[in-house]
């Protein structure tokens, strides 16, 4: 498998709700290897599988109990590899999610901590409390409270950013680093051929003091040794074999920090996830707001990182969706009368842009957030700690209700819709189980099977989206150039590569738009767009429909 990253695609795999084969109403691994035909078809390079190893899934298995073995709900090792083989042979290479900022406490190493072995204790960080007996800092977890819990038998609190099952591991011990390079080596001598590492620029803690601006992040976010660590990594693991892929998932990162995790000639990561265009329907950092999404601040935001990343010869993963954000035509498109139109024209700002797009499951035929009507439906912790939150800040229970709707993680866990029937082929129809959270009743009208068969669906687009990018190096290796960028409705910008040029214009609203600031077009031909006809004025302006998209090639 010879792959160049700048032309390749990845396709993201939530197992739990990808596809069940043993009717428990899971998701699992063999249900992966069913679709692979379907993956191909597609025209994806890499499948990335959100993590699958033993777990208690306190927090959807990025808690970890161990790390060289699958946990049974999900399949065996076997089913792993046979799952590596047959991607294999489709030309598609499978990438692991690994979570390496935190262990869960049933790990082997908590554990012999906890018994007091100091050796184990020193993969952690055991700290005294304040000498009135408080937590070492005033840090908070990112699943709220504090980020410190009490050991009595020791005297000493255990730090955890996450869940207080999640304790953080101590990057300052060789050993920890050492056993985590362990881990990649093994995956890669199993044939793996990219690794996604979970919030791996937290590794590195400034020290242990109180933050008086707020949360604690500031001494664990992007800390002083996390180029050094990453370097490491690389030179002693993946970094041996030049076709295997990285991506770092970059919590509140800086764009600095980036062009050195991300560089071509740096030595760390092939590319960087980074979510501050995803922010732009919040109400600063808080979430759970209903404010419209801010379309400037959302074309700014991505320009400034497309732009300043090339300029550093740094790479881009590009995405709208995963398995922790809403589903984007829910969220920026239109899921009623211009569903199609919307998903298309999204879809195509992301793949023409300077960055590996990725590709969520579902997000290829235009599926869209949950039905839930009642908070019952949902399953995912956050969703329902924040219900709670709100209703004990005097919000009603409907408008909690409402909120959850619009940004529970659970809209883009639902379970994948493969088919028209009863759990929209997730599950068989006389499962012995109901599908762990609930089909979207939309699956009868936004499903897999009716798009393949259907030249004008989401999916054809997606597939031309994904060719077109191999075909065409000014998308894998083109210069970027934002184009009339405060236009209040127009999403476009200019690649240009050795000659070749392309256009890509999108109108980001469900009205007419006469875009009277268009380039001049005499030479260009339209290789993609998902209206037959685009109309080009005498003067040189383009009449965009609701939500349309065109790409321009020269």
């Known amino acids: 498998m010879n792959k160049d990253f700048r032309k ?5 795999i939530y197992p739990k709700s990808f596809c069940d084969t043993n009717k428990d109403g899971l998701g699992d691994l063999r249900g992966v290897s069913e679709k692979l035909d379907y993956i ?3 025209g994806v390079d890499y499948i990335w599988l959100t993590p699958f190893f033993v777990s208690p899934q306190n927090d959807n298995g990025y808690d970890v109990e161990d790390y060289y073995n699958i946990d049974p709900r999900y399949g065996t090792m076997e089913d792993v590899e046979e799952l590596i083989a047959e991607a294999g042979k489709r030309g598609m290479g499978l990438m692991f999610d690994m979570v390496f900022n935190h262990v869960s406490t049933n790990h082997e190493w908590f554990k012999k901590a906890m018994e007091g072995d100091p050796y184990y204790k020193d993969f952690f960080y055991f700290r005294k409390g304040k000498p009135d007996g408080s ?37 300052e011990n060789e050993n920890v680093r050492r056993e985590v390079q362990n881990i990649v080596k093994f995956w890669m001598e199993k044939g ?25 992040r500031k001494f664990y976010t992007d800390g002083p040794k996390i180029h050094q660590y990453l370097k490491e990594l690389n030179a002693n693991s993946f970094g041996q074999d030049p076709q295997i892929v990285t991506v770092g998932e970059m919590s509140s990162t800086t764009m600095e920090n980036c062009f050195q995790y991300a560089g071509a000639d740096t030595g760390e990561l092939t590319m960087v996830f980074s979510f501050h265009h995803l922010k732009v329907d919040f109400m600063g950092n808080e979430k759970w707001v209903l404010v419209p999404a801010d379309f400037q601040k959302l074309k700014d935001i991505m320009f400034d990182w497309q732009v300043n990343m090339e300029e550093h010869n740094a790479w881009n993963a590009v995405f709208w969706c995963n398995h922790d954000q809403p589903r984007v035509v829910s969220r920026f498109g239109d899921e009623g009368k211009y569903w199609k139109e919307s998903a298309k024209m999204l879809g195509t700002i992301v793949h023409c842009l300077r960055g590996t797009p990725y590709v969520y499951q579902g997000e290829e035929i235009g599926m869209t957030n949950t039905d839930f009507t009642d908070i019952s439906q949902f399953r995912d912790v956050e969703s329902l700690n924040n219900y709670q ?9 409907s408008d909690a209700l409402r909120i959850i709707q619009v940004h529970s ?67 894998a290796y083109g210069d970027i150039e934002p184009l009339d960028q405060k236009n209040p409705s127009v999403f476009a910008y200019r690649r240009t590569y050795e000659g070749h ?24 031909e339209k290789i993609l767009g998902n209206y037959k006809e685009t109309e080009v004025t005498a003067e040189g302006a383009i009449k965009m429909k609701p939500y349309e998209a065109v790409v321009y090639y020269k």
């Open 8 to 12: 390749s695609t990845v396709y993201q």
């Open 40 to 42: 191909k078809e597609l």
């Open 135 to 171: 937590a070492p800092t005033n840090w908070v977890s990112k699943f709220g409270g504090s980020a410190w819990e009490y050991v009595e038998k020791f005297d000493e609190y255990y730090l955890h950013l996450f869940d207080v099952t999640q304790a953080d591991l101590n990057w």
């Open 192 to 216: 793996v051929k990219g690794f996604r590492f979970d919030v791996i620029n937290l590794i590195s803690k400034a020290g242990f003091e109180d933050d008086p601006d707020g949360d604690g």
């Open 389 to 397: 939150i709100l209703q004990d800040k005097g919000m009603s229970p």
């Open 409 to 475: 993680r659970d809209n883009g866990r639902t379970p994948m819709q493969w088919d028209t029937s009863r759990y929209a082929g997730f599950t068989a129809e006389d499962s012995n189980a109901e599908p762990w959270i609930a089909v979207n009743s939309n699956h009868t009208k936004v499903n897999a099977a009716d798009q393949l068969k259907d030249e004008d669906s989401i999916f054809h687009y997606y597939q031309k989206l994904i060719a077109m990018r191999k075909d065409l190096d000014v998308i």
């Open 501 to 524: 040029e392309m256009i890509v214009a999108a109108n980001f609203y469900g009205r007419d738009y006469e875009w009277k600031k268009a380039p001049e077009l005499e030479g260009f």
